[in-house]
């Protein structure tokens, strides 16, 4: 039995340079074992209480924090049902497959919604948004802070004042840059700022996290029809009320979540946390443009914690792939319409250089086996 197959003893012996879920560390694990609680006892509502004044440290920010049972997506279907009233026009911004999806949960949530998108690869920029909001008027924009399809990391700090400006309230999705990339929630006055727990985090999937301002609070108490699994008010009373959350929530993983952000916040440190992102991210580029692969973003807009890598050698991506899957370590195709025109190196999380070093020299060698 090679690492590439279900090992029901050991579970998973992949090294994971994956955009989500990634590697997550023994001592992560070790947390998801230790016996809790009911999620309606008081040692549960001191663990609840722990996180989100955590996650209130990693995004500098004032604003409660909000816990949901549901990956990423289920907030972005939340932030469209509880701030777009039905009289009103939700603004999607999309530079790849995320910017995509949430203008198509904007659509089959019945709102009115405006996709203004660029060509994959690209930023928004600070001219085509200015440009885009003064086409109409808008109640909510929505944005991804990393795009993790194309590997391309928006302008946010620029953008964030401009769409704050036209009056709108601004959702950001930081799903693959929550805990690897510096966001300041209060500064750029975000009114949700969500990600789900399997990317920067190093937690296992099923938790969602956002912020959320006492504006967005404000405006879902006028929205009718938000839903009830999703509805910011309960979750939100509920959170300031008790610290707990209005259904069953999976206890162990908050156990993790809360244990990672007391190591990501007084083990490792925030700046060091996010500087090593940067020169994970740096030092990939550099390996790429040493062996004559270009990146597929726009220069400078480069992701630090998903390199989207241009095949510009040619090479059979799905051999690649499963070539160093046989030596134990995973990497991903490119995703939807960039299937084989890119590949994927993540490196969020817990991924040092050092372990960077090593899988990117065993790649390096596969690929000259290619050309
Ligand atoms: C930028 C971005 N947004 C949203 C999602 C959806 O996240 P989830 O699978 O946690 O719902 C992803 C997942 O890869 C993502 O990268």
């Known amino acids: 039995m090679t690492a590439a197959h279900f090992n029901k003893e050991k579970g998973s012996q992949l090294k994971l340079f994956t955009p989500g879920p990634v590697h997550v560390p023994e001592r992560v694990l070790r947390e998801l074992a230790k016996p809790n609680d009911t999620h309606r006892s008081k040692p549960y509502s001191e663990m609840h209480q722990m996180a989100t004044e955590g996650l209130q440290k990693l995004l500098y920010t004032k604003?409660?924090?909000?816990?949901?049972?549901?990956?990423?997506?289920?907030?972005?279907?939340?932030?469209?049902?509880n701030l777009v009233k039905e009289d009103e026009k939700g603004l999607f911004f999309s530079i790849g497959a995320f910017g995509d999806r949430w203008y198509e949960i904007g659509e089959t949530n019945g709102k009115n919604s405006k996709k203004e998108g660029v060509e994959w690869g690209k930023p928004i920029t600070p001219e085509f948004a200015q440009e885009a909001l003064n086409k109409d008027k808008y109640a909510v924009a929505f944005i991804q802070a990393n795009e993790t399809s194309t590997g391309?990391?928006?302008?946010?700090?620029?953008?964030?004042?401009?769409?704050?400006?036209?009056?709108?309230?601004?959702?950001?999705?930081?799903?693959?840059?929550?805990?690897?990339?510096?966001?300041?929630?209060?500064?750029?006055?975000?009114?949700?700022?969500?990600?789900?727990?399997?990317?920067?985090?190093?937690?296992?999937?099923?938790?969602?996290?956002?912020?959320?301002?006492?504006?967005?609070?404000?405006?879902?108490?006028?929205?009718?029809?938000?839903?009830?699994?999703?509805?910011?008010?309960?979750?939100?009373?509920?959170?300031v009320a008790k610290h707990q959350t209005p259904t069953t929530p999976p206890i162990p993983q908050i156990r993790g979540l809360t244990a990672q952000l007391d190591y990501i916040l007084n083990i490792e440190?925030?700046?060091?946390?996010?500087?090593?992102?940067?020169?994970?991210?740096?030092?990939?580029?550099?390996?790429?443009?040493?062996?004559?692969?270009?990146?597929?973003p726009e220069n400078g807009y480069e992701s630090n914690t998903v390199s989207t890598i241009k095949n510009s050698l040619d090479l059979d991506i799905p051999k690649m792939v499963s070539m160093l899957l046989e030596e134990s370590y995973r990497i991903v195709n490119g995703y939807g319409d960039l299937v084989n025109k890119t590949f994927r190196i993540g490196h969020m999380g817990e991924i040092q250089i050092k372990d960077l070093e090593e899988m990117l020299k065993v790649l390096g060698d596969i690929i000259k086996t290619l050309k």
């Not at 604003?63 to 049902?81: D, H, K, P, Q, Y």
């Open 63 to 81: 604003n409660e924090c909000l816990i949901f049972t549901s990956s990423a997506t289920g907030i972005m279907e939340a932030c469209v049902r």
């Open 152 to 239: 391309v990391y928006n302008p946010i700090e620029k953008l964030a004042p401009i769409i704050k400006d036209s009056g709108a309230l601004l959702c950001v999705d930081a799903t693959s840059s929550m805990a690897g990339v510096k966001i300041e929630v209060d500064k750029l006055d975000i009114d949700v700022c969500l990600a789900s727990v399997q990317k920067c985090f190093a937690v296992p999937p099923g938790l969602a996290v956002c912020s959320i301002s006492d504006a967005a609070v404000e405006k879902a108490k006028q929205v009718k029809n938000r839903g009830l699994y999703f509805d910011f008010i309960d979750l939100y009373k509920r959170h």
């Open 269 to 296: 440190g925030l700046e060091k946390r996010f500087e090593r992102h940067e020169k994970l991210g740096k030092q990939t580029r550099e390996w790429a443009k040493n062996i004559d692969l270009e990146m597929f």
